[in-house]
Structure formats: structure tokens, C-alpha cells
């Protein structure tokens, strides 16, 4: 008889055989295993908030269930998440989109998906400053593009405009952006900003600005989108943003692009033919979001700050680690190659040594294109931060006795 398994030379596409699995996903993987065994697990490995979805996002899905909303909407989502979305942006930055530059994705990630894919053919060359969110060099690589990483550790990953000037060939078409950054919660400077979208317009190379983590930024940090850049320097610039963190929302799957309207036409072909739109009812819990009260924003926030305040002296207090400070997002991205000895060579090693002795998952710093360093999400208790950081300090210890 035949079986699913006898049959399981399934032929996967060139494009689909070049991308590599997630790095995160993994950890996440390896803290589900130890939970389901019944081990006490330090999980450092999620890149979500802890919190739950604010109570009056629910309540405005509940409603958008009971009034019927529960019908396709256009692909680029209802008028009144593109209305709430452009008044965002006024209110915030005072920069006014029009409907035919806004639409509704599922989640940031499909905003940057449909970026990347309508805009890159094989042969054209993408800049992606390290270290970088692990789906941007596989959606490039999905797309027939070229990743080209820029090296950023000798400015302590901080990307600079030398630095994405020495990148540029004739064939580069975007660079990818993202600050704050995940894994490094490092913050690009407004003034390094605009210097790099001035020389990306000036050679005509397109950009995918990363905004996800935008409203998560500590002082004296600022909070900066590339949308409040004047007119011109946005021509070629699409936003990807996110309800997911800002609202602790990862699970509804909303997103957003804002895009000049000929790209933003692209997109909308390319979401037509996949997932139409994003989920109905999230969207207008999405609604809620950005029009209702925003205190849980800022009580998340300073939760985070506390934590963070908390964790980076910690951690840098450790024999064999250090860690420049993030400035956003809620990750810390440790170096431990001072922890790299007896028989230990990489960071996954040292990754996986903390899994099986202590317990604790981190993500391997290599998978972001940064080798040597690991991710800690910070997005967990601060008595769980505690006793995590308590067991890598043991480990650390160990190595380094
Ligand atoms: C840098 C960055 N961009 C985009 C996303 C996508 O988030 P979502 O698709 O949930 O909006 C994430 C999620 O981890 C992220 O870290």
C-alpha cells in the first residue's frame, strides 16, 4: 500500500529549495518540547509581546462578529482601517497619504512580502544591513533577488550612510531597513536616516522601511518613521508596519503598506491572488486600535523600560559577555564569543549548551547574520528575566572558571 511517506520526493520549487527554515521558529520549537516534558524553561526565544491584546480591541471584534462583518473585504482592507492608518500618520508625523498609497496586509510580514516580490527580478541586487530580521534575505531570495550584507559591528551595529554607499553596485534595486532592529533593539538615528534615503534617491534605488517595532523606543532614543521624510525622499520608499507588537496582537494578522500608488497597485495584485484581504474582523479590531485609547501602548512601554533597565547592567555583569544597549524593540543581543572555549566554537553551540544545562532558550545570533551573539527577548516577566539571566551567569561561570 501506497503512503504519504512512500511518496515523499516531493519535487520543491528552485525558489522554495533556496530559503532557508526560521532560526526563531526553532527556538520556539525547542521551548515548546521542553514545556511539554515538564521542565521549569527560562523562554528568551519569543518575539512577542507577554502581554495580552487590550480589552477594548477585543470588544470591537466581538462587535464587528455580531454586526456581520465577517465578508471579504477589498484586498487592501475596509476604508476605515486605510482612513484610521492616513490619520495615524497626520496626527504622528504630520504626513498625509492618500487611500491609493495605504492597504492592509496580514501582518508586516506580508507587507514586506508583497514589497519585495513586486519589485525584484533575478539578477537585481538587495542591501540588507546586518544583523537582520531572518525573513528578509529569504523573501529576496524567493523573489530571484541577491542579498548583499553590509557589515554594521564596527559602529556597533548602528547602520551608516558610508557604509550603505560602499554596498551600492549597479545592480542594486532596495535596501531593507529596520529600526528598531530586531535582534539588535539598536535605533537608527533620524539624521543617518535621511542621510541614506537622500543618497538612496539620489541613485535611484528603492527602499523597504521596516517599522514594525516603531512605538517601542527608549529615551533618549527617538521615535522617528520614514514617513515624516519630505515628499521627495519618499518616492521609492514603502513602509511596512505592524499591529502585532505596538498592540500585542501577533496572532490577528494585521499589518500594513504604505507605498507610492503605482507600487501600492503592484501589491495589491499580488495579495488579490494569494490571501485577498487580511481577516475581516481583525481588521476592525485593528480600527479600534489605532482610534481608541492608547494607555495600554504606554503601559507596555514601561514595562519594557523597567525590564530593560533591569537586564543590560545584568548581563554585561556576566564573565565573557557584553552588549551594546538597545534603544527599541524589546531584544538584547548579547555577544558571548568571550564564553566561546573548551570545544564550544559558535554561538549555537554555547545556544544549546544553555537549552540542555540551564534550561534557557536563546536565539542563535547567526541565523540574523550575526555569529557570536545571541537574542534574548525581553518581551517575558521580569522574575523570569531574573532567573534566566541567573542561569546563563551559572553557565558563564562554568566556562569561564
Ligand atoms: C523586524 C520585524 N518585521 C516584521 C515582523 C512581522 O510581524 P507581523 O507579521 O506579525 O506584523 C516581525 C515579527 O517578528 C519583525 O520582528
Redesign the pocket.
Known amino acids: 500500500m501506497k503512503t504519504w511517506q512512500a511518496m515523499s520526493s516531493f519535487p520543491v520549487s528552485k525558489n522554495v529549495s533556496r530559503m532557508q527554515s526560521s532560526a526563531?521558529m526553532a527556538a520556539m520549537q525547542a521551548a515548546q518540547t521542553l514545556r511539554a516534558a515538564g521542565v521549569n524553561v527560562c523562554d528568551f526565544g519569543a518575539?512577542?509581546p507577554d502581554f495580552d491584546t487590550p480589552e477594548n480591541i477585543k470588544q470591537a471584534a466581538t462587535a464587528a462578529m455580531k454586526a456581520g462583518r465577517t465578508k471579504y473585504t477589498s484586498a487592501g482592507g475596509i476604508r476605515e482601517i486605510q482612513r484610521a492608518i492616513i490619520d495615524f500618520y497626520q496626527r504622528e508625523f504630520e504626513t498625509e497619504f492618500q487611500p491609493s498609497e495605504v492597504m492592509a496586509?496580514?501582518?508586516?510580514?506580508?507587507?514586506?512580502f508583497n514589497a519585495v516580490v513586486t519589485l525584484i527580478d533575478p539578477g537585481d541586487e538587495v542591501l540588507i544591513p546586518k544583523p537582520y530580521?531572518v525573513?528578509f534575505p529569504e523573501v529576496v531570495v524567493f523573489a530571484g533577488g541577491t542579498p548583499v550584507f553590509i557589515e554594521t559591528e564596527e559602529t556597533d551595529f548602528v547602520l551608516n550612510v558610508e557604509q550603505v554607499e560602499r554596498a551600492i553596485t549597479a545592480r542594486t534595486k532596495l535596501i531593507i531597513l529596520?529600526s528598531p532592529?530586531?535582534?539588535s533593539g539598536r535605533v537608527l538615528p533620524p539624521n543617518e536616516f535621511r542621510r541614506i534615503m537622500e543618497l538612496t534617491t539620489e541613485r535611484g534605488i528603492y527602499v523597504v522601511s521596516?517599522e514594525?517595532?516603531l512605538r517601542f523606543v527608549y529615551p533618549p532614543a527617538e521615535v522617528f518613521s520614514a514617513a515624516s521624510l519630505p515628499t521627495e525622499l519618499r518616492a521609492r520608499l514603502c513602509i511596512?508596519?505592524?499591529?502585532?507588537?505596538t498592540y500585542a496582537?501577533?496572532g490577528w494578522?494585521?499589518?500594513y503598506a504604505l507605498a507610492p500608488a503605482d507600487w501600492t497597485k503592484a501589491m495589491l495584485k499580488v495579495q488579490g491572488h494569494s490571501t485577498s484581504n487580511t481577516n475581516s474582523i481583525a481588521q476592525w479590531a485593528a480600527v479600534e486600535a489605532l482610534n481608541g485609547p492608547q494607555d495600554s501602548v504606554a503601559r507596555m512601554l514601561a514595562e519594557y523600560t523597567a525590564r530593560r533597565a533591569w537586564l543590560l547592567p545584568a548581563l554585561c555583569d556576566i564573565p565573557g559577555i557584553s552588549c551594546a544597549q538597545p534603544e527599541g524593540?524589546f531584544y538584547a543581543f548579547p555577544d558571548v564569543r568571550g564564553c566561546l572555549k573548551n570545544g564550544m566554537k559558535t554561538s549555537a553551540d554555547f545556544a544549546q549548551r544553555l537549552l540542555e544545562e540551564e534550561h534557557t532558550v536563546v536565539t542563535d545570533g547567526a541565523g540574523f547574520g550575526a555569529e557570536g551573539h545571541v537574542r534574548i527577548s525581553y518581551a517575558t516577566s521580569i522574575e523570569r528575566i531574573k532567573e534566566g539571566v541567573g542561569r546563563i551567569r551559572r553557565l558563564a561561570e562554568k566556562i569561564n572558571a
Open positions: 526563531t518575539g512577542e496586509t496580514a501582518g508586516g510580514k506580508q507587507a514586506i530580521w525573513t529596520n532592529s530586531n535582534p521596516d514594525c517595532y511596512a508596519g505592524s499591529f502585532s507588537k496582537m501577533t494578522r494585521v499589518g524593540a
